[in-house]
């Protein structure tokens, strides 16, 4: 049993009282979103925001998903970036950390200076719209997963743990008459399975929130592209105008329920990989 002293519990208290009221602070607004995506529209203007529904009803979930295809789609896009693009991104990242984690890799030190370059100095905004216009994928999918596909922050954590792998590992796989891509695929993934999951969760949340590259390279004719969080960015710009309808049929239960659904996916996928997430990012960030 461990004795604290006075000052340790009244110290610990302070630290519980503020947490709480810290979380309090983060949570009460979600709480009020939450509550007028299940409150009546004649309610919601009546009274506003409130922490508790009144006239409690699922009618902006069952318009929202009735009504127009539009947010049924753009959430069948956003699983298709984030998906596709965690994938890709990952792997893409995964491949690059294993021959920098070479000592005797020809040119690495230059590349991981090039990529250490580009972790801390970004083109910019207008570079990069013009690189991805020039490079002919406006209104493309493909200009929302090519760009940054080596991500240089995750590609330092997995070249610092492919360090740990025993190099005897890799020299077993080649005197059977394997590759590299043979070691690659065969040793290296499969024993940074828990460690990637933290490059997974990230591109995940990145790609799942998402919503300025989308607004960017895609025009009104291919609106039908863009993901959750692009819809929802524009549907939070409408205003409800004086006759108490929504402009575009998008009363404020039903943006509300919008933000709900963007926010739901990410609570539920979080707390499973937070775990691995940060025993991969201490462990990377310290093993040479």
Not at 109 to 129: D, K
């Amino acid at each position: 049993m461990i004795v604290r002293s006075r000052g340790q519990k009244i110290f610990n208290g302070v630290n519980i009282a503020i947490l709480t009221l810290f979380g309090l602070f983060c949570l009460i607004p979600f709480l009020m979103i939450f509550s007028a995506s299940l409150t009546g529209e004649g309610e919601f203007l009546a009274h506003g925001y409130a922490l508790f529904p009144r006239g409690f009803t699922f009618d902006a979930y069952v318009r929202l998903f009735a009504d127009d295809i539009t947010i049924v789609r753009a959430i069948g896009n956003s699983l298709f970036y984030t998906v596709a693009g965690t994938l890709l991104h990952t792997f893409v990242t995964a491949l690059s950390a294993y021959p920098l984690s070479k000592k005797n890799f020809v040119g690495g030190g230059i590349f991981m200076r090039l990529i250490l370059f580009a972790m801390l100095f970004s083109g910019g905004l207008i570079p990069t719209y013009i690189l991805v216009v020039n490079m002919g994928l406006k209104n493309n999918w493909l200009a929302l997963l090519l760009p940054g596909m080596l991500a240089p922050w995750t590609c330092f954590l997995i070249r610092n743990f492919y360090y740990s792998i025993p190099q005897s590992l890799e020299e077993a796989v080649k005197i059977d008459g394997g590759n590299n891509w043979v070691v690659f695929t065969r040793i290296y993934l499969p024993l940074s399975m828990s460690f990637l999951s933290t490059a997974v969760l990230t591109n995940a949340v990145a790609f799942w929130n998402a919503w300025s590259g989308p607004i960017l390279y895609f025009d009104n004719a291919h609106r039908y592209m863009l993901p959750l969080t692009a819809v929802l960015q524009q549907l939070l710009q409408e205003n409800i105008s004086s006759s108490g309808s929504a402009i575009g049929g998008y009363t404020e239960p039903m943006k509300m329920a919008t933000v709900v659904i963007s926010v739901v996916p990410i609570l539920i996928v979080f707390p499973i990989i937070q775990k691995y997430m940060i025993n991969g990012m201490m462990y990377g960030a310290v093993k040479e």
